[in-house]
């Protein structure tokens, strides 16, 4: 780690490399990556505090506006249906590459100067489009490289009960009564059973006790425990299968892409040029801006060391590309990493004739389902964490419809349900999400002297390195290193002194 003289609203170091265990403690304290420059905002001193947020995906139910999308992209691909309308993307993240510098022009600056900014409004115009990448579940795996399908039937639900549900009607005037059929039911009765069907199709469990609970009678059509009475899974969703004359064939691959695999290297210009397309048109950048040098160094290098042990995932831990391949091309890539506890989102680009399937949402839809995959062989990987939330712009607020999900306290660094957040950041920008008064940090810096710093070719602690440093200054930038890493992080990453 090489520390870096920045404004305190948002200090950072560029990190040439790290283990994927070192940046999940760091995202755990509030850290975030932009390629290999990693920063951390100083919450209660920015102008728009930026919280980490973290999804749950194993309780995650889709919501209908998330299931919307989901039938949109199963109608596209089974008949290639353009839904009318509204095609407005809900906004994309800006992970904290926009949150903070605002825009790519920025970004490209850290390489001359490590000074991050506040928020401009440049940067709440970016908020509209970036980081909603991601999602997936493999099936297949190539060379370590995952590869999924999409082979979906169209089985578009109505909401309604799948199954049939006969309701006699009264005999029409002059006509005998037919005795052979049930006595015909009140509107108030068949009211009341729609909505037991309804809220039966919406939570299977418990729900007949809680009707009879209630005074009402046991229904007429008691449902057959099946298959069709349960919520459809996200996987579900996702996966439904296609037609064999289906109009698209869609593919998501995860590629490796820090140590480039040959998979990534095969493709770079093809996502290249998505990349600098979405940025020319999404954000009006000018033909010249959206370089090679840029795009590889923003979202292409990584310092995280690429990690494959025995029970981790197949793809092993580190940096990936996740393709979205249409019909043998891209058309959009989920920049992520995977970590010992999460998939951690880090941007989405995608190419902008495509942005009336909603990309930012399917993606972090398909994202939550491929940390739910993941987890099935990496029971600790069990979160998706979704880069920052801030609850004073309007337009970054859309993360925390990814229910259940949490926000990490800025002091104390402990998981708090959105829920419980909420009402505070209302009243406050800035807020300590920990209730207790006298819980503090656990994971702070006591004993500075055990930070490991690399300093002329040589590994110390910092103990003897201070004494051979005179100028005051040095003393104060490595013990606020040492305050953001915290103890652990201090003593395991070598902070690099001149």
Same mark, same amino acid.
């Given at each position: 780690m090489r520390d870096n003289? *920045?404004?305190?609203?948002? @200090?950072?170091?560029?990190?040439?490399?790290?283990?994927?265990?070192d940046y999940q403690d760091l995202i755990d304290r509030g850290w975030r990556r932009s390629g290999k420059y990693v920063y951390k905002p100083v919450m209660?001193?920015?102008?728009?505090?930026q919280y980490t947020i973290r999804c749950r995906p194993l309780q995650f139910q889709p919501s209908k506006s998330h299931k919307k999308v989901l039938k949109k992209m199963l109608k596209f691909l089974a008949k290639g249906e353009i839904s009318k309308g509204n095609c407005e993307d809900e906004p994309m993240e800006p992970t904290m590459e926009d949150t903070v510098a605002g825009d790519f022009g920025l970004i490209n600056k850290l390489d001359i100067q490590c000074d991050l900014k506040t928020l401009s409004d440049d940067v709440k115009e970016s908020f509209e489009s970036e980081e909603k990448k991601k999602g997936r579940i493999?099936? /297949?795996?190539?060379?370590?490289?995952? #590869?999924?399908?999409?082979? #979906?039937?169209? /089985?578009? *639900?109505?909401?309604e009960p799948s199954h049939p549900v006969k309701v006699h009607t009264a005999p029409?005037?002059?006509?005998?009564?037919?005795?052979?059929?049930? @006595?015909?039911? /009140?509107?108030?009765?068949?009211?009341?059973?729609?909505?037991?069907?309804?809220l039966m199709h919406q939570n299977p469990a418990g729900e007949l006790a809680g009707f009879q609970a209630q005074g009402e009678p046991p229904s007429l059509f008691q449902p057959k425990a099946n298959k069709s009475n349960q919520p459809k899974s996200l996987e579900d969703l996702i996966f439904e299968s296609l037609p064999e004359n289906a109009s698209h064939k869609l593919e998501v691959r995860v590629v490796r892409s820090s140590p480039p695999s040959s998979q990534f290297k095969a493709t770079f210009q093809e996502s290249y040029q998505v990349y600098k397309r979405y940025q020319m048109v999404i954000h009006k950048d000018p033909p010249d801006k959206p370089t090679v040098s840029q795009f590889t160094r923003f979202l292409c290098s990584s310092p995280l060391e690429a990690e494959n042990p025995p029970h981790g995932p197949d793809c092993g831990y580190g940096s990936f590309h996740q393709? %979205?391949?249409?019909?043998g091309r891209i058309i959009a890539v989920g920049v992520i990493d995977i970590l010992p506890y999460c998939v951690s989102s880090v941007y989405l680009y %995608?190419?902008?004739?495509?942005?009336?399937?909603?990309?930012?949402? %399917?993606?972090?839809?398909?994202?939550?389902?491929?940390?739910r995959q993941l987890h099935q062989k990496t029971s600790q990987l069990s979160y998706y964490y979704m880069g920052f939330y801030i609850h004073s712009c309007p337009k970054m607020k859309y993360k925390g419809q990814y229910r259940p999900s949490d926000l990490l306290c800025p002091e104390t660094y402990v998981w708090v349900p959105i829920e419980q957040c909420l009402s505070s950041l209302e009243n406050s920008k800035y807020c300590r999400f920990n209730q207790d008064p006298e819980a503090v940090d656990e994971g702070r810096s006591k004993e500075p002297?055990?930070?490991?710093?690399?300093?002329?070719?040589? #590994?110390? @602690?910092?103990? #003897? %390195?201070? /004494?051979?440093?005179?100028?005051?200054?040095?003393?104060?930038?490595?013990l606020q290193y040492a305050g953001l890493v915290g103890q652990v992080c201090s003593e395991r990453m070598l902070l690099l002194r001149n």
């Open positions: 003289d *920045g404004p305190a609203v948002a @200090p950072g170091m560029w990190a040439h490399s790290m283990t994927v265990q209660n001193q920015t102008c728009c505090p493999p099936k /297949k795996e190539e060379s370590k490289e995952l #590869i999924q399908s999409q082979h #979906i039937e169209e /089985k578009l *639900g109505s909401g029409k005037p002059g006509k005998g009564a037919d005795l052979s059929k049930p @006595p015909c039911r /009140k509107a108030k009765e068949i009211r009341k059973e729609r909505k037991r069907l309804k393709q %979205y391949w249409l019909d %995608y190419d902008p004739d495509y942005s009336f399937l909603s990309l930012g949402v %399917y993606s972090a839809l398909r994202e939550i389902g491929f940390t002297d055990r930070l490991q710093v690399f300093h002329r070719k040589a #590994i110390m @602690p910092y103990g #003897i %390195y201070k /004494k051979q440093q005179k100028d005051p200054s040095e003393e104060a930038a490595v």
